[in-house]
């Protein structure tokens, strides 16, 4: 599912039974994916980002 399914199908999947628990799942796993905004190919992959912050300061 992709963002404008999920926007689509709001009402429908929040009223179904356990729906919102569902929902929280579903923008999470999009998030972690990348699939909630517009993906920028010159930024920097998290791992290098990750490293970057734990350098020590000088």
Avoid: C
């Avoid at 599912?1 to 999470?28: C, H, Q, S, W, Y």
């Amino acid at each position: 599912m992709n963002f404008n399914t999920l926007m689509d199908n709001f009402d429908l999947l929040a009223e179904v039974p356990n729906g919102v628990t569902k929902l929280r799942e579903l923008i999470l796993h999009l998030a972690f994916r990348g699939k909630l905004v517009p993906q920028d190919p010159r930024d920097e992959p998290a791992g290098t980002l990750v490293v970057l912050q734990s350098a020590p300061i000088m």
